[in-house]
């Protein structure tokens, strides 16, 4: 079976995850999916399937060939549930012309204009929706190429290759189900996310990320009577965003600048609240941008009195570089492996965090590979037929170069 077949049958899964929720997974329809997983996985001959209570899917190839580190490959069940994801309705487009693509509810168009990237894919073959939901690619895409790599290394025990574990997660869109991640059941010493975009890109570098809550705390006085006595805790929070600087905001960056972004507010007289996401791929700059927002805490509690802000800051990830540099080798067999598959390597920096950021920071080095699909979390989101097979070819490339020499 191939690739893009699995795909278009998991698109029948409607998996999106809900950051309302507290369980792990957050909804029901994870574990449908994993469920139909570990079938699919026994049935492929993966003696050792299995689902655990929070959802996560575990599998084993065993080794053909001497190993001495264990691989993991891993892709995550949910899709958002920011954009339609139910009654998924996919279409084919065959030997791609390289033009604008209407999609099947008549208005949706797929247009090398606005992706330019599109131009690449001419001759090949593109799976596309209707233009009415997602596709949910990211990252049903990684999971069916894992899937297919598995068939293919079972069909063929002389492909020589290590231990491999295999892990399907749940809950990464809303970014809490890699925190119920069990290192000592993945038991692995080496691990990739397969949940990237074009296939060659070997992502190892992401931003460093905290959130800031701010508290205001006001004065109500009757404003008839209000002068020189009342604190407008809701106008001392304006205040406060406007001294942030206007260029640090997502909306004026891109490539490796950083920023500031506020994501929530909420305010009256009494009391006012907001809430900033900040990221920078450099540590220190990142430091600099939370000192920033400690200054004007302090400048506002200067003018306002003491208590008037405060000022929460929290860690949320850290730029998984700082674990893979040390495990370079990680990124080179993935850039081997994609030359083999006939691509050619590239790491961007990557504006986001990602589930292999957090788990590199749990001790497993885990570099994230392209899955061959692009527009994520958006209705204009598909998968290349020929680049997911070339994704699969990837993974088998990179299972073979971890064998002992
Ligand atoms: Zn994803």
């Not at 797929?110 to 131009?119: G, H, K, M, V």
């Amino acid at each position: 079976m191939k690739a893009y077949e699995r795909l278009i049958a998991y698109t029948a899964f409607p998996t999106a995850s809900d950051e309302t929720k507290e369980t792990c997974p957050s909804t029901p329809a994870q574990l449908v999916f994993a469920d139909a997983l570990v079938k699919e996985m026994k049935a492929l001959g993966i003696a050792d399937a299995t689902r655990n209570g929070l959802g996560f899917v575990y599998g084993t190839l065993e080794a053909t060939a001497p190993y001495r580190e264990t691989l993991a490959f891993l892709a995550h069940m949910d899709v958002v549930d920011t954009v339609p994801y139910e009654n998924i309705r996919t279409a084919l487009i065959e030997n791609y012309d390289g033009g604008e693509v209407l999609l099947a509810d008549g208005t949706s168009r797929l247009s090398p204009a606005d992706f330019p990237f599109l131009a690449g894919y001419k001759g090949e073959t593109l799976l596309v929706t209707d233009g009415t939901t997602l596709l949910g690619a990211d990252d049903k895409a990684g999971v069916a190429e894992i899937m297919t790599m598995a068939e293919t290394l079972l069909a063929h025990p002389e492909i020589p290759h290590g231990k491999i574990r295999i892990c399907f997660t749940p809950d990464e869109e809303i970014g809490s189900g890699i925190l119920h991640i069990d290192v000592k059941e993945l038991a692995a010493d080496a691990a990739y996310t397969v949940d990237g975009g074009a296939f060659g890109e070997v992502d190892y570098e992401t931003f460093n990320a905290s959130s800031a809550h701010v508290a205001f705390r006001g004065k109500s006085i009757h404003p008839g009577s209000a002068k020189d006595r009342m604190i407008n805790a809701a106008r001392v929070a304006m205040e406060f965003d406007s001294m942030i600087p206007e260029a640090q905001r997502p909306e004026h960056t891109e490539g490796r600048d950083g920023f500031y972004h506020l994501i929530g507010m909420e305010g009256e007289i009494e009391n006012a609240a907001l809430d900033y996401i900040l990221r920078d791929h450099d540590l220190g700059i990142l430091k600099s941008r939370e000192e920033t927002l400690s200054r004007i805490t302090d400048f506002l509690n200067a003018k306002y009195g003491e208590g008037a802000v405060t000022l929460t800051v929290k860690e949320s990830y850290r730029n998984m570089s700082e674990k893979i540099l040390p495990a370079f080798y990680l990124v080179e067999r993935a850039y081997d492996a994609i030359r083999e598959a006939g691509g050619e390597p590239s790491s961007p920096p990557v504006r986001g965090g990602t589930d292999g950021s957090r788990l590199s920071f749990m001790g497993v080095p885990c570099p994230n590979l392209g899955t061959g699909s692009h527009n994520h979390h958006g209705k204009l989101e598909f998968a290349v037929v020929e680049e997911m097979d070339k994704c699969v070819a990837q993974l088998i490339g990179i299972a073979r170069r971890f064998v002992e020499r």
